[in-house]
């Protein structure tokens, strides 16, 4: 049953990150001139965001697996 959860995090945590990059990306590149640069801070934002949602979801399955 374990396993099903990490399948899970992955899948949603993934998606996250995804929706996390373009969003991201289309608003830095109206800023930004040269195209390296949102692209970087996209890929960070994207990172940042599969950590948070991928934790988030192992803590709180961990959390409901006491009850």
Do not use: D, Q
């Amino acid at each position: 049953m374990w396993i099903f959860h990490v399948v899970l995090a992955l899948v949603f945590s993934t998606l996250a990150a995804l929706c996390a990059f373009i969003i991201t990306y289309e608003e830095y590149r109206r800023h930004f001139p040269e195209k390296k640069t949102p692209l970087k801070m996209a890929a960070k934002t994207s990172l940042v965001a599969f950590s948070f949602f991928m934790i988030l979801t192992m803590v709180a399955m961990a959390i409901l697996r006491l009850f």
